[in-house]
């Protein structure tokens, strides 16, 4: 008797989780129905025509003006030359590694593209920066950065504190 109840109540739990059980193709009814909008209002919109007047762009161009004693918005490091060339007062930085190795492949490279690349470390945070021109005077050093922007976007000028 008791194996004859306990069956019947594991039939009747199985027929109750069977029934509550979504059916995929009510899902799949759902998702075509809206596939079917999305697709109606991209029609809709693409045959509406606006038309535009023309616009003429007139091309604005500004030079920079730069001061050449304001060091106020170079980083100020303390750097210890690893090489054995010496760096002056404004350094353009190509690169900065916490690997000596890879700061000396990015110096190799550019000593193979004609820069006098030096790899320098300050001592305070462990860094290695790729000096790839060094300046007295900040004008010179801008003007250099900016033509290393075109192969390294991220160059910038580092002043040397003694």
């Known amino acids: 008797m008791k194996k004859s109840l306990m069956m019947g ?3 009747v739990a199985a027929l109750a989780f069977v029934s509550c059980k979504s059916s995929e193709s ?3 009814k759902a998702y075509e129905k809206a596939k079917a909008q999305e697709m109606a209002q991209t029609v809709t919109t693409t ?13 604005v161009v500004t030079t920079p003006t730069t001061t050449v004693a304001n060091t106020a ?16 007062a404004f350094n353009v930085v190509c690169g900065s590694f916490s690997n000596v190795d890879n700061a000396n492949n990015l110096r190799n490279t550019l000593v193979a593209k004609g820069y006098s690349a030096q790899v320098a470390q300050n001592p305070e945070t462990g860094m290695y920066r790729v000096v790839a021109t060094s300046f007295d005077d900040r004008a010179a050093a801008i003007s250099s950065r900016d ?16």
Do not use: C, F, H
């Open 9 to 11: 109540v594991a039939l």
């Open 26 to 28: 009510s899902y799949k």
């Open 47 to 59: 045959t509406d025509q606006v038309e535009t007047a023309p616009v003429t762009v007139t091309p």
């Open 73 to 88: 918005n170079d980083r100020q490091e303390r750097l210890n030359v690893m090489n054995g060339g010496t760096l002056k």
């Open 147 to 162: 033509q290393l922007r075109g192969t390294y976007p991220d160059a910038w000028i580092l002043y040397r504190t003694y």
